[in-house]
Nanobody, 120 residues
Framework: QVQLVESGGGLVQAGGFLRLSCAAS????????MGWYRQAPGKQRELVAA???????TYADSVKGRSTISRDSAKNAVYLQMNSLKPEDTAVYYC??????????????WGQGTQVTVSS
């Protein structure tokens, strides 16, 4: 019963930047970890970056140093700033939230995705 909506994708030239946004709504009680994944055609979905409730961050090696993930827990939102974009960054980017559920369970929710296209 949690909905995630992404925004901020688009077409940019190599070397440019984008800021992706994601907001969770619905039956949100506690979000443990929020993150961004991406999937290019013919490839597996991969983790781009994640941030925990205590703001510990992780990044894929391919984006580390040029990307920053942040969150606003009060708004149940997560953001991804990507700089120095490369054509290989082209993919559909999905927001993910790990939400605490009943009986100590955790559930993952996914947004519908936002397209990022980096032209060379």
């Amino acid at each position: 019963q949690v909905q995630l909506v992404e925004s901020g994708g688009g077409l940019v030239q190599a070397g440019g930047f984008l800021r992706l946004s994601c907001a969770a709504s619905g039956s949100v009680f506690a979000i443990n970890t929020m993150g961004w994944y991406r999937q290019a055609p013919g490839k597996q979905r991969e983790l781009v970056a994640a941030i925990t409730s205590d703001e510990t961050t992780t990044y894929a090696d391919s984006v580390k140093g040029r990307s920053t993930i942040s969150r606003d827990s009060a708004k149940n939102a997560v953001y991804l700033q990507m700089n120095s974009l490369k054509p290989e960054d082209t993919a559909v980017y999905y927001c993910n939230a790990e939400v605490a559920a009943a009986w100590g369970r955790k559930r993952d929710y996914w947004g519908q995705g936002t397209q990022v296209t980096v032209s060379s």
